[in-house]
């Protein structure tokens, strides 16, 4: 028996091993992948003894790679695109009415502050910490900052109710 009859016939049998564990497209893969590394590595085995087991090996480690692959890629866990339902992401209209309840409720708080306080906010949202802060006020210690910036949030706090939530803010007004 020459060495490319034995290979038609090991094929045949990784074949059928392969389909049994995966399904028929990956199994042609592997198979072909198995023959590949029998022809480039190992031209010096001619006899049936030596490929059949050597076949087996190559194709286990084959499929455990597959396997990996197929895992880290997440392929076990996909679900089809057609059985996916996305939510609408869209906000609805009641959302966004409160939102905008809830920015003309903080933008009228922020109008009731004084010049330093809105000034403080500014600086703040645009990114500058206490010290930067400190050297636009002009003040001597950056603990005068931290007790302006308390001061102010409290204050804010107090035009919008006692709550950042209108919700619980409106409640606290009731009792």
Not at 132 to 154: A, H, P
């Amino acid at each position: 028996m020459n060495r490319t009859t034995i290979l038609d016939a090991l094929r045949e049998r990784i074949l059928a091993f392969a389909a049994s564990r995966l399904g028929r497209d990956s199994a042609e893969d592997l198979a072909q992948e198995v023959l590949l590394v029998l022809h480039t590595k190992y031209p010096h085995l001619h006899s049936l003894e030596d490929l059949l087991p050597l076949s087996f090996q190559i194709l286990r480690y084959k499929m455990m790679t597959a396997n990996r692959k197929s895992w880290r890629h997440g392929e076990p866990n996909n679900v089809p695109p057609e059985d996916l339902s996305l939510p609408d992401s869209r906000p609805d209209p009641e959302s966004l009415a409160q939102r905008q309840q809830r920015l003309e409720r903080f933008a009228a708080a922020l109008r009731q502050l004084g010049e330093r306080c809105r000034q403080i906010f500014l600086w703040k949202l645009e990114g500058h910490n206490f010290l930067e802060i400190q050297r636009r006020l002009g003040v001597e210690s950056i603990n005068t900052v931290y007790t302006w910036d308390f001061r102010c949030r409290k204050q804010l706090l107090d035009h919008l109710g006692g709550s950042w939530d209108p919700a619980l803010a409106s409640k606290e007004k009731v009792q």
